[in-house]
């Protein structure tokens, strides 16, 4: 995917860096670096990377794989591409780039954050727990 995404980009002109694996504690000074985020996985969980790019404010475009549908359900933070369809990634996000709104960190913050803030997710996870505990008691 990332060959094609190169070639993709080149094609239409858009500056971009594949950034690739980083370490966690550097992931708030990449997300602040760069406008949008782009993750062409063929499988995620909850995936982690794109809760790090919207808490920092920057919209995604991702494959629909694992919580990334959830996670981007909201338009104002990004969009699903298709899997291994390079040109329409990159025709999703010229349109997407074209919007008045585009990188509107404070409207990307708040959609995420009225649904994945840490005390939303924390109440979640123990939820979760506390729901396969009674399962295995009872």
């Not at 860096?17 to 969980?45: K, M």
């Not at 809760?51 to 794989?65: D, K």
């Not at 996000?93 to 509107?104: L, N, S, T």
Request: glycine share 6%; hydrophobic share 40%.
């Amino acid at each position: 995917c990332r060959k094609a995404m190169e070639q993709a980009a080149q094609k239409y002109g858009v500056n971009c860096v594949f950034h690739g694996a980083y370490l966690r504690n550097q992931a708030a000074e990449i997300v602040s670096a760069y406008h949008f985020f782009l993750i062409c996985s063929r499988t995620e969980g909850q995936c982690i990377a794109a809760l790090e790019i919207l808490a920092g404010g920057r919209p995604l475009f991702s494959t629909a794989v694992g919580a990334l549908p959830e996670i981007l359900s909201d338009p104002v933070r990004g969009s699903l591409i298709a899997m291994a369809n390079p040109e329409q990634a990159a025709v999703r996000i010229a349109e997407f780039m074209k919007r008045p709104e585009f990188g509107d960190a404070r409207r990307i913050i708040k959609s995420y954050e009225s649904v994945f803030s840490r005390e939303k997710v924390r109440k979640q996870y123990l939820n979760e727990i506390n729901e396969i505990l009674k399962r295995r008691k009872g």
